[in-house]
T-cell receptor, first 108, second 113 residues
Framework: GENVEQHPSTLSVQEGDSAVIKCTYS??????FPWYKQELGKRPQLIIDIRSNVGEKKDQRIAVTLNKTAKHFSLHITETQPEDSAVYFCAANYQLIWGAGTKLIIKP | DAGVIQSPRHEVTEMGQEVTLRCKPISGHDYLFWYRQTMMRGLELLIY????????DSGMPEDRFSAKMPNASFSTLKIQPSEPRDSAVYFC???????????FGPGTRLTVT
């Protein structure tokens, strides 16, 4: 069946460094790729998304890149800050299939 | 708009009891999703509705779970009978389309003892 693989499951980076999370999907029909952030004890919230007609999208320190040929998309966070600590989820197949999540830890 | 509203926020019940979780989506949104989140299984899509009609319930774990959406402003997720392994946070989310941002409610933390 369709699936989304998300890596790594846990990522620990030094404050100020960059973090990259990658998702690989299997459904060729997918054309919308969102990233959600979930802080501890809170609800998931969209932080950035990309559609298949573009290869990259940026919003301040956050960027998403998409490679439709290889069927993967990545979340890039630069100049990480303590408030970036959270669990990040990707989704594909029109948000019907979600990655397992990546716990991002920012070390002071 | 107040956002997606869920009730109750916390529910503690005994095994075997019926549990009903409620959700009010954002006005104008025609898609509604129910999710379950646990440490072991992550975020799982249970069922989703479009224009009040259930479209895909393949994520519903078993017949003890049922969901309804009698109108555009209300949905319920029912568990009968409940079991300890149903303990989780249940989220409801709504959106204007499957390829658009989902707005999540605050969640209902269910504990079955």
């Amino acid at each position: 069946g369709e699936n989304v693989e998300q890596h790594p499951s846990t990522l620990s980076v030094q404050e100020g460094d960059s973090a990259v999370i990658k998702c690989t999907y299997s459904d060729s029909a997918s054309n919308y790729f969102p990233w959600y952030k979930q802080e501890l004890g809170k609800r998931p919230q969209l932080i950035i998304d990309i559609r298949s007609n573009v290869g990259e999208k940026k919003d301040q320190r956050i960027a998403v890149t998409l490679n439709k040929t290889a069927k993967h998309f990545s979340l890039h966070i630069t100049e990480t800050q303590p408030e970036d600590s959270a669990v990040y989820f990707c989704a594909a197949n029109y948000q019907l299939i979600w990655g397992a999540g990546t716990k991002l830890i920012i070390k002071p | 708009d107040a956002g997606v509203i869920q009730s109750p926020r916390h529910e503690v019940t005994e095994m075997g009891q019926e549990v009903t979780l409620r959700c009010k989506p954002i006005s104008g949104h025609d898609y509604l999703f129910w999710y379950r989140q646990t440490m072991m299984r992550g975020l799982e899509l249970l069922i989703y509705f479009n224009n009040n009609v259930p479209i895909d319930d393949s994520g519903m774990p078993e017949d003890r779970f049922s969901a309804k959406m009698p109108n555009a402003s209300f949905s319920t997720l029912k568990i009968q009978p409940s079991e300890p392994r149903d303990s989780a946070v249940y989220f409801c989310a709504s959106t204007v389309g499957r390829a658009y941002e989902q707005y999540f409610g605050p969640g209902t933390r269910l504990t079955v003892t």
